[in-house]
């Protein structure tokens, strides 16, 4: 007779109250994040909200950990070790404890939330299944592994903190052998803040997944607690590892998964007949960004804002772009740079400003590409002949337009988004949007105002984190995803040309677009013989 349903009993008899507590903070949670609106504020601050998310983490991590050390495996005097009870047994019950008393009432919570939120039940159910299905793997079962080592919590603290030592030091230590290669000290790889950053994070949760089945594996089928702190030890060191994977191998696999790699096969890159010029002051927006000051990314907009760096020399080259798709856009993932002598010998090494634009009617467009180097290097090539190579890798992406959504008091569900609701703020000075969906909104959407259907008035705002994963990967551990923006009126007065700063709204839309990476690719250009001192920006004014 299997004995698991009275080691599940005899568990929740000894850990129901923390049981209880950890669903009343998830309720309590959920309470203050509840949102009737898509643009509201949370019931709750955050500082609240904070509070209890920590104390939510603490009561999680306390339950998996005492369940497990109820019948703890290091060590030879425990009772079920003589009673006797399979180990199989054993493991399937801690198991199903986990996922009731610990993932039960988080299931529920998220489900009854979403549906008062007014998104469908349905999808709600798939939303929170995977959701859970993250958390499990992502923290309950490193968490149950964790207890499978250890005796006590005490000794669980013990060992964590070691663990989190051990993998500093490791991250030095991998950081330091990188930088023989890149000649840059930092913790990052060469994917980070970048679409292909999904690549590493699988990496990472593969490594950390492995690790806890082989360690709640090898504790509870051969009690070997020294060869699984032996395999903690050495996950933890691949973990960080595959965070310094390569761009290029990183890159080369998103290549392989673009959905319609045909749709870049005509797109070209070369420097453009004059490839140089200065449009403004160093450090001026205009200096560093596309002729439309189109970015994706605000902190890639950021970025190309900078004023140059003391001890560094700003250099621009136009890029004309021909070949691409009608209505599309082009986003420069990262740029490498190389710089030869006349002898043939690499000079530099690095990396270039990202860019971004957009397609003229004609499928060609011209981007400014921005280079960053040191003083020393410019001063050695400034007036002798060089050869710049830049090799792009790129990612094309082509928008849809959903339905439009009513400015004043909108609120529909749209496909492949959610719940869209839209009002006209306190102050009357702008339109506040916002967007609930169950799941994971699409990457990268943009929001602007427009009169009908297609008519756009003002600049488009994007809500845009660029993310390449495969959609069947795009879930986390929150089941609800949501934006808010605010399309200020200022800009609808300033594109009509209208004196009336009060302008009528009454007829206004919401168009909502979703930018889809169809291609991904690579290009190379080479400008030979060419001096630095032609594409160098003039220092800034005084």
């Known amino acids: 007779m299997s004995l698991i349903p009275h080691i599940v009993r005899k568990d929740w008899k000894l850990l129901w109250p923390l049981v209880v507590a950890g669903a009343a903070l998830q309720a309590l949670l959920a309470f203050l994040e509840y949102r009737p609106e898509s643009f509201a504020a949370g019931g709750g601050s955050n500082a609240a909200a904070t509070i209890l998310s920590l104390s939510l983490g603490i009561a999680l991590i306390l339950t998996i950990l005492l369940v497990v050390q109820q019948d703890a495996l290091p060590g030879v005097n425990q009772d079920w070790l003589v009673r006797p009870i399979k180990r199989r047994d054993l493991l399937v019950a801690k198991a199903v404890f986990v996922i009731l008393a610990v993932h039960g009432p988080i299931f529920v919570v998220h489900c009854v939330r979403g549906v008062a939120e007014g998104l469908g039940l349905g999808e709600m159910l798939r939303a929170t299944l ?65 679409g292909v950053e999904w690549l590493v994070g699988f990496l990472h949760h593969a490594v950390l997944i492995l690790t806890a089945v082989v360690i709640v594996g090898i504790q509870y089928f051969r009690r070997d607690t020294r060869t699984a702190r032996v395999v903690l030890a050495l996950g933890l060191l691949l973990f960080m590892i595959v965070g310094r994977l390569p761009w290029r191998p990183a890159f080369a696999l998103q290549e392989a998964l673009s959905a319609q790699p045909e749709a870049a096969r005509a797109v070209s890159l070369s420097f453009a007949p ?36 003391t001890g560094r020399q700003r250099l621009m080259f136009d890029v004309e772009v021909q070949g691409l798709p009608p209505g599309s856009s082009l986003h420069a993932d990262r740029v490498a740079l190389r710089l ?144 808010v923006r605010k399309l200020p009126l200022k800009n609808l007065v300033q594109a009509s040309g209208s004196r009336n700063e009060n302008p009528d709204v009454g007829g206004l839309t919401i168009l909502i677009r979703v930018y889809d990476p169809v291609a991904h690719f690579s290009r190379h250009i080479t400008l030979n013989k060419a001096h630095l001192r032609d594409f160098a920006s003039p220092p800034a004014g005084p």
């Open 274 to 309: 004059g490839a140089g010029g200065s449009p403004g002051p160093a450090g001026a927006v205009g200096a560093v960004m596309p002729s439309d000051g189109f970015a994706l990314q605000a902190y890639d907009a950021k970025a190309r804002q900078r004023p140059v760096e």
């Open 130 to 194: 995977l959701s859970n299905l993250e958390l499990v793997l992502l923290f309950s079962l490193p968490v149950l592994a964790l207890g499978a080592l250890t005796k006590s919590v005490t000794e669980a603290l013990v060992t964590a903190l070691a663990a989190l030592l051990f993998t500093l030091l490791a991250a030095v230590c991998v950081a330091t052998i990188a930088m023989t290669v890149s000649q840059q000290f930092h913790f990052g790889g060469e994917t980070d803040d970048s």
């Open 340 to 483: 030869v002598d006349e002898a043939g010998n690499t000079v530099y090494r690095g990396t270039a400003q990202n860019w971004d634009l957009r397609t003229a009617g004609d499928g060609t467009a011209r981007a400014r590409q921005v280079v960053d180097l040191s003083k020393k290097v410019y001063m050695r090539l400034a007036d002798r002949g060089a050869n710049i190579e830049l090799d792009y890798s790129l990612t094309l992406l082509t928008p849809r337009i959903l339905p439009a959504l009513p400015a004043l008091d909108g609120n529909a569900s749209l496909d492949g988004i959610g719940r869209c609701a839209s009002h006209l703020d306190d102050d009357g000075t702008g339109v506040d949007v916002g967007c609930d969906a169950a799941g994971e909104l699409p990457p990268c959407l943009s929001v602007s105002l427009a009169r009908g259907s297609s008519d756009q008035l003002g600049p488009e705002i994007f809500v845009c984190d660029l993310d390449y994963a495969p959609v069947a990967w795009r879930f986390s551990v929150e089941p609800i995803d949501r934006f």
